[in-house]
């Protein structure tokens, strides 16, 4: 059934994504003013910027379920269970990101810095930025980066991705209230670009995994971790550049990318 969604299903996915998120911070641009009462101010926590955020995952499921049902559903989010990979991925996933955090912490002169007194306020703020950016995953890694890769390299699809994922996050940018509202999109965008290519060799070695690259999404949101921007898209770059001079093999070449939308079969 995979096999199915082909070049415009991935142009279909890219417009749906755009449009839904666009549209929904345009409306939250536009009228701000009057859903202020019933919502709230703008913030990374508003119901229609939520539904953004979400856009990726559900222009995604909406394909899967309009060609193949319920049953290819399934098939689609069994992949939020993979998480066998080389143990070597998992350190760079666990310890690695952190890692290049307070690099660039460092690099920022706030790497003591630490966002909550008393240190136990960080686990009331795990859930919602568990629910917030790595369910763009669903969508980003899980839908188009398997369509990509039927055409391209992993390398020439991490760029195209990175760049549109890049790109998406745009209107946060004009947004008050956002994280994003008071940082550089340029230094951004590289940092995408940096980001989609590291998680694409460990999507790969996890067979397609949804999970991988969610977890992965949701340690650069860490909220315990000291704000690095925008030093920390130059250090993502070049552990990117790293990681691409390193494996170039598997960047270079369609062999082992993944490019089904189902799980595997056991």
């Known amino acids: 059934m995979s096999r199915e969604h082909g070049s415009r299903s991935l142009v279909a996915f890219f417009s749906l994504s755009f449009l839904i998120g666009w549209g929904a911070l ?10 202020e009462p019933h919502f709230g101010p703008p913030s990374g926590g508003h119901p229609i910027f939520v539904l953004a955020v979400y856009s990726p995952a559900i222009a995604a499921l909406v394909l899967v379920a309009r060609r193949g049902g ?26 690695g990101i952190p890692a290049l955090k307070y690099l660039s912490a460092a690099f920022n002169g706030t790497a003591g810095e630490f966002p909550f007194s008393p240190w136990y306020g960080v686990l009331a703020a ?3 930025v568990l629910l917030l950016g790595p369910v763009e995953e669903i969508g980003w890694r899980g839908y188009a980066l398997p369509l990509l890769q039927r055409r391209f390299t992993p390398l020439v699809a991490s760029l195209i991705l990175g760049a549109l994922w890049g790109l998406w996050h745009l209107p946060a940018f004009l947004l008050g209230g956002t994280v994003q ?36 999404h949701f340690q650069l949101n860490g909220p315990a971790w ?34 089904d939308l189902m799980a595997p079969a056991r």
């Open 70 to 95: 319920l049953a290819a559903l399934g098939g689609y989010l069994r992949r939020l269970t993979l998480w066998r990979m080389p143990a070597a991925w998992w350190l760079f996933l666990l310890l």
């Open 181 to 216: 509202s008071q940082w550089s999109f340029g230094a951004f965008l590289i940092g995408a670009l940096a980001l989609s290519v590291l998680m694409t060799p460990m999507f790969n070695a996890a067979r397609g995994s949804i999970l991988i690259p969610a977890l992965f």
């Open 226 to 259: 000291p704000d690095g921007q925008p030093w920390e898209n130059y250090v993502f770059a070049a552990a990117a550049v790293v990681m691409v001079l390193w494996k170039r093999d598997a960047f270079l070449s369609r062999d082992g990318a993944v490019t």
């Open 126 to 128: 795990l859930l919602p």
């Open 26 to 35: 345009a409306l939250l641009l536009v009228f701000a003013d009057q859903l």
